[in-house]
């Protein structure tokens, strides 16, 4: 596999043009969608693109579920907790080809708790702008489990089963800017 055709430098991310979105069973016969409206992060290109790095960080209270009543719960102690921990933070350690594409493997902090997730990377390419910069475009998946992170609040229901699942899946659609040098 030959590695991607994009520029060594530092990349920052362009949230009017991303999105970091997730999904999660509900009462196990639907998904419900959400996604953070306030992010940003670094994507550090090496010559080597396999060497590259990213480090992002969200604002867990802009999460959007499309529903007022639970983006307040998520925010609260019983989930996310933002007022004792703000921010949701990724910092990649590695980059390796898989197919024709990649996994980025890095450490995900929620509420205070790292642990190393594995995301599924496609490179879309890269293409000038009309302002005359350069923009890269990436999509990424991945899933990790909420109760390794110690958010497990959930209600059970009549008969068996709970009302939140625990694997959440993450998708990320990410539309980076070359830095001027």
């Given at each position: 596999?030959?590695?991607?055709?994009?520029?060594?430098g530092?990349w920052?991310?362009?949230?009017?043009?991303?999105?970091?979105?997730?999904?999660?069973?509900h009462?196990?016969?639907?998904?419900?969608?959400?996604?953070?409206?306030?992010?940003?992060?670094?994507?550090?290109?090496?010559?080597?693109?396999l060497?590259?790095?990213?480090e992002?960080?969200?604002?867990?209270?802009?999460?959007?579920?499309?529903?007022?009543?639970?983006?307040?719960?998520?925010?609260?102690?019983?989930?996310?907790?933002?007022?004792?921990?703000?921010?949701?933070?990724?910092?990649?350690?590695?980059?390796?080809?898989?197919?024709?594409?990649?996994?980025?493997?890095?450490?995900?902090?929620?509420?205070?708790v790292?642990?190393?997730?594995?995301?599924?990377l496609?490179?879309n390419?890269?293409?000038?702008?009309?302002?005359g910069?350069?923009?890269?475009?990436?999509?990424?998946?991945?899933e990790?489990?909420?109760?390794?992170?110690?958010i497990?609040?959930?209600?059970?229901?009549?008969?068996?089963?709970?009302?939140?699942?625990?694997?959440?899946?993450?998708?990320?659609?990410?539309?980076?800017?070359?830095?001027?040098?």
């Amino acid at each position: 596999m030959s590695t991607p055709e994009i520029p060594a430098g530092t990349w920052t991310i362009d949230p009017s043009h991303s999105e970091v979105g997730f999904s999660v069973r509900h009462l196990a016969v639907s998904k419900v969608k959400g996604q953070f409206q306030t992010f940003e992060g670094t994507l550090t290109i090496a010559e080597d693109p396999l060497r590259s790095s990213v480090e992002a960080s969200i604002d867990l209270s802009s999460i959007n579920t499309r529903d007022e009543a639970r983006d307040n719960h998520l925010r609260s102690g019983d989930f996310f907790n933002v007022e004792a921990s703000p921010k949701m933070t990724f910092r990649s350690t590695s980059v390796s080809p898989d197919g024709g594409d990649y996994k980025l493997t890095g450490e995900l902090t929620i509420k205070d708790v790292t642990r190393i997730v594995e995301l599924d990377l496609e490179f879309n390419g890269t293409s000038p702008d009309p302002w005359g910069g350069t923009r890269s475009g990436f999509s990424a998946t991945g899933e990790i489990n909420r109760k390794d992170f110690g958010i497990d609040f959930n209600i059970p229901l009549d008969g068996g089963g709970v009302v939140i699942g625990d694997k959440i899946k993450l998708f990320l659609e990410v539309e980076a800017v070359l830095q001027a040098a």
